[in-house]
């Protein structure tokens, strides 16, 4: 019934294992791809036709992660899942982008990748074998893709390069300092097509090493992949690419001079507008036939393309006729908005953002239900791009999947020079407004983010800048590398390449590349070129802030105080009565964790003050020798009982009331009277014992004995 094909390899320390022909079988191509205990679903379908006028190919990739892979069921009240997650999304990216450049130029029907997690062993983070398990699904598929591609986790500990790396040495990776990297690389036989990270101030040489690393290891499985598609791939589908040659040298003869007249305006919208124009007269000047063709729309992008790269190889000119190495112009700004804690308005050229900073309480920390478990995160990093940044009407609705996207990475890299917890105990939320966008926007959240921070008065480790570098590859060749690239020449280009970090090495490093041939020199060109753009943004941001800027007055203060653990049930009381009395009368935010650590949060200081001397009271412990202000809570014929620390009460026997006899305590004392006690030390039984006659009442100081005369 079934013709199952399954091909195993040892991988690392794990066994990879590609399976098909059991499952789903009447998608186009389905393979389950396991890596230890994790196993993904990739099914791959495609229409055999494309939709009339459609000119461009619609892609849709989905990564699903059911709960029940790990054995859970999903929180929230409908215990289903639902929308996705932002892992989810960042996963469905991170597959879509080194996969869309490899089908045959011109194949525009609709393609659907689906991989859904079956099994999660909290080991082996799905995402790697979900892509591996879709670049199967499509080998096998029939569909023209030029595959297969692998990918690859890497670690770096102590100088060396770790392979797939298990889940929880990548989790929380801040507050690991051994473990510097978290780069995935994805790529072909030949060439690495996308590269995502997170990491420590690494340097530009072992960044490139790591890349080159995980290169090398991905090759085994590229050869798994052939292995299986061999014995079980379907017959290619027949698909002609369009030759739509004779239209697009009628339209490059036609408008080859004005769209290189267009292309030469610096301004970004009298450029789109006078781009358009031509379009306009060109499309025009065609015949009926011609204004049909299907292919149009791809004559007139070649054109653009073909202005755009040949200016920038073969004369070194770009649209806004910068060098290639050029930043644009920037400027920094901060202290903009009254009210927020932190703001700074970022801009370069005809790119900007508007960055604001908010500090928060724990209360404030976002909880996320993942796979292998619930975790808090205390810095969070959101991106809004609206269409007016681009001069643009259209929707307006919840975030996308760029804008998860370009929020991520502007967090990786930003997070890795923010202060431990136990030294900064903020919740961090930086929000990114977009206001304007002509080039890397997410590299201007990177910057913009940093001033921001640092003008809320977080003490980053250091400033944080980042940089989108462009590549045009010529087939005979000869390249050239972009700093700073514009919108035009990230879409005409043939490659992404984001870099973000300090003055001292990288935290951030994104790459897409749109053509196989990217070799290891042009990488590290590129990289270089990034540093030294790096450097001179840094240097730009640095008049921006000149001193330390202090706490905003509408900002939380929030001090840590270190309890017992066996006294933090003291502190929150039956029910929790004792932590909401002390919220409720000293008016701070207070917040206690299962290691004994508690976060007072107030505006007011002596609202901290307040709440610190009443916790302080139920976990201190009495010092003897020491005096403190006391009640009488019980007169006794013995003495009486005087509630003098926190909840604590000890007796003062009626020979230690007064330096004479008294025949009754109640002769000087009553109950509700406050009186001053030193604490005498504790009886064999453990109870306090304690004494007024040595305390001037009125002062609460010790009384002196007078010395005697020789």
């Known amino acids: 019934m079934f013709n199952e ?20 079988r009447q998608a186009d191509g389905t393979v389950i791809a396991t890596l230890g205990e994790t196993s993904v679903m990739a099914n791959v379908t495609f229409a055999k036709a494309p939709k009339p006028g459609q000119d461009f ?6 990564y699903q992660e059911k709960y029940y892979a790990a054995g859970k069921v999903p929180g929230g009240f409908f215990k289903r899942e639902a929308r996705p997650t932002e892992k989810e999304t960042l996963t469905a990216r991170l597959i879509d982008r080194p996969i869309r450049p490899l089908f045959v130029p011109g194949f525009k029907h609709e393609v659907l990748v689906m991989c859904t997690v079956l099994s999660h062993d909290l080991v082996n983070d799905p995402d790697v074998v979900a892509m591996i398990a879709a670049s199967a699904a499509l080998t096998i598929s ?10 690859a986790r890497v670690g770096f500990v102590d ?18 300092p051994d473990q510097r990297l978290d780069l995935v690389v994805a790529g072909t036989k030949d060439a690495v097509m996308m590269v995502e990270s997170e990491a420590y101030e690494l340097t530009e040489a072992e960044m490139l090493g790591a890349v080159t690393f995980a290169h090398e290891q991905i090759q085994p499985v590229i050869d798994l992949i052939i292995d299986l598609a061999e014995e079980s791939a379907k017959e290619p589908f027949e698909f002609t690419p369009p030759d739509y040659s004779e239209l697009f040298d009628v339209v490059k003869a036609a408008g080859e001079e004005k769209m290189k007249a267009a292309y030469a305006i610096t301004d ?8 358009a124009a031509v379009k306009e007269e060109l499309i025009a000047g065609l015949t009926e036939e011609q204004q049909e063709d299907a292919n149009l729309g791809s004559a007139l992008k070649k054109l653009e393309s073909t202005v755009l790269r040949s200016s920038v190889v073969k004369e070194g000119k770009r649209i806004d006729g910068r060098a290639l190495d050029e930043i644009r112009p920037i400027v920094c700004e901060t202290k903009l908005l009254p009210r927020t804690h932190g703001s700074a308005l970022f801009t370069r050229g005809e790119t900007q953002g508007l960055v604001v900073t908010t500090l928060g309480t724990g209360d404030d920390e976002q909880i996320i239900d993942a796979l292998h478990g619930n975790y808090r995160s205390n810095f969070l990093l959101h991106y809004n791009f609206p269409p007016y940044s681009v001069g643009e009407v259209g929707r307006v609705g919840s975030p996308g999947r760029r804008e998860i996207g370009h929020g991520k990475l502007a967090w990786r890299a930003l997070q890795a020079v923010l202060p431990a917890a136990t030294d900064f105990p903020y919740t961090v939320r930086v929000v990114s407004e977009i206001t304007e966008s002509n080039g890397s926007s997410s590299m201007a959240s990177v910057c913009g983010g940093s001033l921001s921070m640092m003008d809320a008065g977080v003490p980053l480790k250091a400033p944080v800048a980042g940089v989108a570098m462009g590549l045009v ?13 514009l919108g035009d020449e990230d879409h005409l280009g043939d490659m992404d390449f984001k870099v973000a970090g300090t003055e001292n090495g990288i935290t951030s490093l994104q790459m897409d590349i749109k053509v196989a041939g990217i070799t290891p020199e042009i990488m590290e060109k590129a990289l270089a070129q990034a540093k030294a753009g790096r450097l001179h943004i840094l240097g730009e ?25 066996d006294k933090i049930r003291e502190v929150i009381g039956s029910g929790g009565k004792v932590i909401r009395e002390i919220v409720e009368v000293s008016g701070a935010k207070v917040d206690i964790n299962d290691d004994g650590v508690i976060k007072i949060a107030s505006p007011n200081g002596e609202a901290i003050q307040k709440a610190y001397d009443m916790i302080h009271a139920i976990v201190a412990e009495p010092e003897e020798g020491v005096i403190y202000k006391g009640k009488v809570v019980k007169i006794v014929d013995f003495g009486a009982f005087v509630n003098f620390f926190g909840k604590r009460d000890g007796l003062v026997h009626v020979s230690q009331i007064e330096n004479r006899r008294l025949n009754h305590p109640s002769d000087v004392l009553k109950e509700g009277q406050e009186v001053f006690v030193k604490l005498l030390g504790f009886d064999d039984r453990g109870k306090v014992r304690l004494a007024m006659k040595m305390v001037d009442q ?13």
């Open 5 to 24: 094909v399954k091909k195993s390899m040892q991988w690392g320390e794990e066994t990879l294992t590609l399976e098909t022909g059991k499952v789903a």
């Open 57 to 62: 190919f619609p892609l849709t990739v989905h």
């Open 142 to 151: 029939g569909a023209p893709f030029m595959g297969p591609i692998a990918c």
């Open 159 to 176: 100088g060396e390069y770790i392979l797939n790396p298990e889940v929880d040495d990548m989790d929380q990776l801040r507050t690991k």
């Open 268 to 275: 970004k919208q009298e450029r789109v507008a006078a781009v």
């Open 473 to 485: 590859l010529e087939e005979d060749g000869s390249y050239a590398v972009l700093s700073d690239i």
């Open 541 to 565: 941001m640095s008049k921006a802030l000149t001193e330390a800027s202090e706490f905003s007055v509408h900002a939380p203060r929030i001090e840590t105080m270190t309890v017992p653990t």
């Open 698 to 710: 009125a002062t609460g100081e010790e009384i002196q004995k007078e010395e005697k005369a020789d």
